[in-house]
């Protein structure tokens, strides 16, 4: 089982940035992915991006590419997001999840096991 806090959350204006961190702990797979979800107020949670552990691959949803960074830090097990241009439809908690090995970058929730709490991140017009 894969240990997970998410930190970084907070207010921001229209345009600004945040990074977000998400330490793991626990048994982490070299071969799996660590992800990032959000979820608004009475939306479904949906995909961010992920990053594959060993290789750095990535992979970012469409509303968030070119905007977002996903990075990691193999040697402190960290995975930061780093969030530029916000908008304020990016309001949401935002959740790291850890998945097990898988051949494809995965970006459904049933691929990730482990999960934070959650950390929120709003952003004013």
């Known amino acids: 089982q894969v240990q997970l806090v998410e930190s970084g959350g907070g207010l921001v204006q229209a345009g600004g940035s945040l990074r977000l961190s998400c330490a793991a702990s626990?048994?982490?797979?070299?071969?799996?992915?660590l992800g990032w979800f959000r979820q608004a107020p009475g939306k479904e949670r949906e995909f961010v991006a992920a990053?594959?552990?060993?290789?750095?691959?990535?992979l970012y949803a469409d509303s968030v590419k070119g905007r977002f960074t996903i990075s990691r830090d193999n040697a402190k097990n960290t995975v930061y997001l780093q969030m530029s241009g916000l908008k304020p439809e990016d309001t949401a908690v935002y959740y790291c999840?850890?998945?097990?090995?898988?051949?494809?970058?995965?970006?459904?929730?049933?691929?990730?096991?482990?999960w934070g709490q959650g950390t929120q991140v709003t952003v004013s017009s």
């Open positions: 999840a850890a998945s097990e090995f898988l051949p494809a970058i995965p970006r459904r929730e049933y691929e990730y096991p482990s």
């Open positions: 626990g048994r982490t797979y070299r071969n799996s992915a």
């Open positions: 990053v594959r552990w060993s290789t750095g691959s990535t």
